[in-house]
């Protein structure tokens, strides 16, 4: 449809063919086959085939290939099919990884696509986002994401972000009325709402006229950028390394093939030595690794209710310092109930209000008309705090609805976090009427009036004590308090928030919100975890301190601040005393970006938790922003690098205690390869060194990296985590995962295996047969590799994380011992594969050096391993 922004929205609706109460189920039906779905095109994704030949693409399967070329050339066509052989079957092996991979990282990023509220049917409901048909009726609160274009229906002071389309970061105020002018930019089209923009303020109902690449969003933007692949920082560093090793590797097989030619040995046998010994060496699969154990951990932390947005997030978990909370359902259960009432400066029980009592009546009927939430056959729709007043009513047997429709609203100004109050002006036997709801410090400074059985007197600084005085013992008790308060305004008068001034005061509603059960342990466990648990809330701070206290995070009073105090500091002030303060109360979203940085200046690496609209920067400036699934806004999980779909601060600490792990895990996982590497090229060294015939055939090697070594190294990157993983202190950031103590590890193991396996080649040589030598190389080698698998597991011993803890690995073993004996015990390919036939005396050789590493290295752990 053309110039939407000049129509009427009557005009739109029906060139639609939209009427009020929505598309129909067959509408959308029908419309969905019409447009298709709401959705950007996205890189196409890659089927197995490409992975595939993808796979083929490899540096070093090149050289392979090229290897196997020429030893066709040559004549030496076993070689040629072993090569062919090892090389497909390794490309299957990572097709099937990869794209295991990939799919449980795409129904990763399904789990948090983002939703909208529609009416259809003549119902209001949630679908996701990509559902949305052109018509479609589309309802808009603060924090929502724009998920179509559309044209305004209704606006109740809607203001929109569309810094994403217009560059423009002040919002947007919209209006409802047609633009009756040429060539209007979107920035101007004050009527209509685009994709891609969010709801800062204000509610808006609108009539969606464009979905997918139609969009103005899509118009400019022909990929989505999430849908390009990044390599996390962990990944990238690694693929650095990698490529540095291969440098080093391939000057020693280039020195090894000239030491081999001038020591006279057959050209084609010294080239396809060198490079086997390359491809042996080179750990060509880091990266890949590290997909594969973040793709299974963070399918393992979405069933622990945390979802991974951005993946890089899981390499920072482990290093976590700081948890920035909500106190709000975070750690609480935002389950609110009304305890108090103070009305007629007296305090009344919740079950003890007399509604005979005008002023009690009144206070009751004010908190459902000042209200946009309600329940509708028993469910509850909307803010917890406005549920417990509906609730409150409820026990009374007044309907919320009913109420409304008795007393209409005129107008409004939305609750807001940053004013903490909440206007409405409803009709009340004849005469417009503003009620006020919100946070009593807020409200004090704009009364001028308290109302009691007496009548209306004036606000006194001794009525202002007394009623401080009662919000300070409901908040000592961890009580959330309200103030209620009204005017008269003339009809017709529109109002602002200046006009939220001299109110008469009515009374107070004070709520309970009961911590989460887990919510103290989880704190415990932080603590233990070297982890600094902060609360930060919208809250008063004496209430703030009383959940602060009872759950743990609060030792002292003199740790709880408030949002206005942190005003008044310098950052550099901030950042002197950020490691003392445990609570922030009455804090602005503002305020949050500012104490993360404080945090992050000295060095920490932090965690903060979000949900609403305003949250979006502090979620981004932080390490790893963590989003609330049910309660928070789409904009602030569009902002966060995880969503936690249960809103509870334990699922926070559970995923740290699962990033630890993960990175752990992939830590072994290449200390196994490398090690293992390390073991078959020091030992080919000293072969070369000492002049002796080569310990291994080239096919060896090509064997043991591409057959039997990827199993054990993913197998270690799944190990089970660890419960001690809590009890350390967080890992610091700076130390890259390869340091001195990880390279120092490495060689020291690799050269335990390289020993082993020099040992069965040096009684193997006594046999006088070198094919003999090599075969007891090779198979020692090789079973030493598997069973260091074992070694890879943990820093700690086997005794204390238990032999049979990691059935991933006992099965990559047996496998791969079993690979090893089909090669070793048929004849048919003991001439492929260039090894001799042993006797039981060499098997058992072969075995009690293979094993050697394994207790040599679990005896160290035993003996001289911390025990965390
Ligand atoms: P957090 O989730 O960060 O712990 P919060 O959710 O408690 O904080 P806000 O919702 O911003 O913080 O609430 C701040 C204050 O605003 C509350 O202490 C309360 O006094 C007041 N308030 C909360 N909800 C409403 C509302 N719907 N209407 C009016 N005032 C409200």
Known sequence: MKDVFRKTSAEVLSALDVTETGLTTDDVQKRREQYGYNELDEIKRKTAVQVFFEQLKDFLVIILLAAALISAFLGEIENTIVIMIVVILNAILGTVQHVKAEQ?????????????????????????????VVGDILYLDPGDLVSADGRLLENYSLQI?????????????????????????????????????????????????????????????????????KKTPLQASLDKFGKYLALIIIVIAVLIFTVDLVRGNDVVDSFMFAVALAVAAIPEALSSIVTIVLAFGTQKMAKENAIVRKLHAVESLGGI??????????????????????????????????????????????????????????????????????????????????????????????????????????????????????ALDVLLDRLAKIETSEGVLAFTDSTKQQ?????????????????????????GQAIDFEDENDLTFIGLISMMDPPRDESAHAVAACIDAGIKPVMITGDHKIT????????????????????????????????????????????????????????????????????????????????????????????AKEASAIVLTDDNFSTIVKAISNGRSIYANIQNSIKFLLAGNTGGVVAVLYASILAMPVPFAAVHLLFINLLTDSLPAIAVGLEPHNKDIMKEK?????????????????????????????????????????????????????????????????SQSLFRIGLFTNKYLWFAVILGVALLHIVLLTPALQGIFKVAPLNAAQFGTIYMMALMPLVVIQLYKVLFVKKV
């Open 544 to 635: 703030a301190s009383a959940i602060a206290k009872k759950i743990g995070i609060l030792k002292h009073e003199s740790e709880a601040v408030e949002g206005f105090d942190i005003e008044k500091w310098s950052d550099e002030e901030l950042q002197e005393k950020v490691a003392d303060i445990s609570v922030y109360a009455r804090v602005s979203p503002e305020h949050k970006i500012r104490i993360v940085r404080a945090w992050q200046e000295k060095g920490n690496v932090v965690a903060m938790t979000g949900d609403g609209v305003n949250d979006g920067p502090a979620l981004k400036q932080a390490d790893v922003g963590v989003a609330m699934g049910i309660t928070g806004t789409e904009v």
């Open 730 to 794: 967080p890992r610091d950031n700076d130390t890259p995962l390869l340091n001195k103590r990880f390279a120092v590890q490495v060689l020291s193991e690799g050269l335990v295996i390289a020993i082993a396996t020099l040992v069965s080649y040096h009684i193997g040589l006594s046999t006088g047969d070198n094919m003999i030598a090599a075969t007891m190389a090779f198979a020692t080698l090789c079973l030493a590799r598997l069973f260091h698998g074992f070694n890879a597991r943990s």
């Open 321 to 438: 310092s700081v948890i920035c909370s909500d106190k709000t359902g975070t750690l609480t259960q935002n389950k609110m109930t009304v305890q108090h009432i103070y009305v007629d400066q007296k305090v009344v029980e919740h079950d003890q209000l007399d509604l005979d009592k005008d002023l009690e009546n009144r206070i009751l009927l004010m908190s459902l008309l000042c209200n946009d939430s309600e329940t509708v056959d028993n469910k509850a729709i909307g803010d917890p705090t406005e549920l417990a007043l509906v609730n409150f009513a409820e026990a009374y047997n007044i309907d919320e609805l009913v109420i409304r429709d008795k007393y209409p609203r005129v107008e409004e100004l939305p609750f807001s976090s940053d004013r903490k109050l909440m206007t409405t002006v409803n009709t009340y036997e004849g005469k417009n009427y503003m009620v006020t709801k919100g």
């Open 161 to 229: 972000n569309e810094s994403s389309l217009t560059g423009e970061s002040l919002s947007s105020l919209k209006d409802i009325e047609p633009i009756n002018e040429d060539d209007v930019s979107i920035g101007d089209k004050k009527n209509m709402v685009f994709s891609g923009s969010f709801v800062t303020y204000g509610r808006g109902v609108v009539v969606v006229t464009n979905t997918g690449m139609k969009t103005e969003i899509g118009k400019i933007a022909n990929l989505l950028e999430s849908a390009i692949e």
């Open 467 to 491: 009623i401080e005085q009662v919000n300070k013992d409901f908040s000592m008790n961890g009580l959330r308090v309200l103030g209620f308060a009204y005017k008269e305004i003339a009809e």
């Open 104 to 132: 449980s990282l795409n129904s990763l990023k399904a789990l948090s696509s983002p939703s909208a509220k529609v009416l259809r049917n003549g119902t209001k409901e949630e679908v996701p986002s990509r559902e949305i």
